[in-house]
């Protein structure tokens, strides 16, 4: 057996980094960005008022002076005339700057008759103008390398006037179910089968982290089905199996996909759940066997499917993805194996974060995991720890779970 961050590293760094393409802004979001998105123009592109108002020369604006109104200057429609002493150009909020303001006098500070304004509060020079480039200037990169992209990273890039950003190219991700147990939601299901939950809850997940899945037919415990289930993957990115990876008699995945050319990199990771984990490679398809415990495979995908997601693509990330939290009840010492426990949280009038993990941790069970928040990270032989001591864990609700 290995230890975590050993397969996690050996899985990452043997990944290949997928090409590019470029997609249109109402497809980029969640996508990773595989160029820097560089403005295309300055914003704004000119000075303009951020106010309703007047633009003014802001020594004109003593308390009781008196303006004559010149024109107006609506948003969009820029003037040619030019504001002089005593004079003034009716602005909106976005309209051009004229040449000759230094100000906006905005339209509470002032009383207007026909065509002439007086001043109540004088206004400052500068006030209430948005120099051009306040926001970004034209060549700046808005969006960096590598980013997973957000609706404010999409509209940055709209305001910097980029309607194509180039991303990294979806991995293409096939899911193999196992097993002779194995039923389909919504199946029949005879004594003895099992409802194959597991690809569904892969496909989500992937689907979710910006991945296509592929789900495959689901394979026979006989060496036939598996190798020909496994024989036509070169447009896949990744296969990922579930089930068959551990030591019984029908745990047929590595012996079967051996004789289809699996060159095996490491099997066994001194975690709970997850310990048959398999990772190797078929011809140039990099292939990682899951358990087939449903709970098993969604703790292998957090912890190693989704990075191996993110170095397909390239992604630029920053920590581990976990964070502190209080104990909310005593936990046992753990033994040689790294534990990743389903539990709860709760924050308290102090806004402590409290971690609850459930009394039974099966790793078949499916509503405790649907349940939690969290995985609550017990290292290997951690010491028994008690309510209220520190603990880390990784949360769920970030938008790839
Ligand atoms: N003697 C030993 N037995 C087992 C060991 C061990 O070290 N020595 N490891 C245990 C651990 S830990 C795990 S995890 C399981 C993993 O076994 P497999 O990967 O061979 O998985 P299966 O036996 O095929 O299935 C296990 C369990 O999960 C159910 N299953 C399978 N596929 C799905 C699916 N797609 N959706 C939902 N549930 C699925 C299957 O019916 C079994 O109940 O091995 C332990 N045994
Ligand atoms: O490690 Mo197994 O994955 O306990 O269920």
Known sequence: MIEVSEALQRIVSALPVLGTETVSLLEACGRISAAPVVARLSNPPADVS??????????????????????????????????????????????????????????????????????TEPVSQGRFIRPKGLDFASGQVVVPVGKRLSARDVGVAASANCPWITVRRRPRVAILSTGDEIVLPGDAVPAGAIVGSAAFML?????????????????????????????????????????GASVGDYDLVKKALGESGLVTDFWKIAMRPGKPLMFGRMGRTPVIGLPGNPVAVFVCSTVFVLPALRA???????????EPARLASDVSANDQRFDYLRATLSRDEDGTLWATPFSRQDSSMMAPLSACDALLLRERFAPEAKRGEMCRIVRFGGGID
């Open 50 to 119: 951020s106010m309703d108002g007047y633009a003014v020369q802001a020594a004109d604006t003593t308390r009781g002076a008196q303006l004559d109104i010149i024109g107006e200057i609506p948003a969009g429609h820029p003037s040619d005339r030019s504001v002089t002493p005593g004079t003034c150009l009716r602005i909106f909020t976005g309209s051009v700057m004229p040449e000759g303001a230094d100000a906006v006098l905005i339209q509470e500070n002032t009383t207007r008759e026909s065509d002439r304004i007086t001043v």
């Open 203 to 243: 496909a989500a997940l992937l689907r979710k982290a910006g991945a296509e899945p592929v789900i495959l037919p689901v394979a026979r415990d006989t060496m036939d089905s598996l190798t020909t289930s496994t024989s036509q993957l070169d447009t896949v990115d990744l296969l990922l199996t579930i089930g």
């Open 312 to 322: 397909m693509c390239a992604e630029v990330v920053t920590g581990d993805g976990t």
